[in-house]
Nanobody, 124 residues
Framework: QVQLVESGGGLVQAGGSLRLSCAAS????????MGWFRQAPGKEREFVAA????????KYADSVKGRFTISRDNAGNTAYLQMKSLKSEDTAVYYC?????????????????WGQGTQVTVSS
């Protein structure tokens, strides 16, 4: 059974940093691309970042470029999202997802498996 478990969310002041983790089990982690998405109250889920299975290729939403960094540890079956210079508009539930395709997709429909999410709240 595939499981993706996010952690690292919390309350942080604007300008602060957080690092989210996504621990994967029940899948061959190093053949999946991984993505992070977020959903704010009253809004649709949106793409944040994605990373290829090798970690060589990454993709970011324009709203987080230069502030967020996606990475992965294939030996540890974990993906990460380092978030810096956080803004109040970054407040959302953050989800990690796994994509069997060998692409860094921003399309949520291409992701096969999803975690339950972790809340990130940025106070201004």
């Amino acid at each position: 059974q595939v499981q993706l478990v996010e952690s690292g969310g919390g309350l942080v002041q604007a300008g602060g940093s957080l690092r989210l983790s996504c621990a994967a089990s029940g899948l061959t982690f190093n053949v999946y691309s991984m993505g992070w998405f977020r959903q704010a109250p009253g809004k649709e889920r949106e793409f944040v970042a994605a990373i290829s299975w090798s970690g060589v290729n990454t993709k970011y939403a324009d709203s987080v470029k230069g502030r967020f960094t996606i990475s992965r540890d294939n030996a540890g079956n974990t993906a990460y999202l380092q978030m810096k210079s956080l803004k109040s508009e970054d407040t959302a539930v953050y989800y990690c997802a796994a994509n069997i395709r060998a692409t860094t997709s921003s399309d949520s429909s291409e992701y096969n498996n999803w975690g339950q999410g972790t809340q990130v709240t940025v106070s201004s």
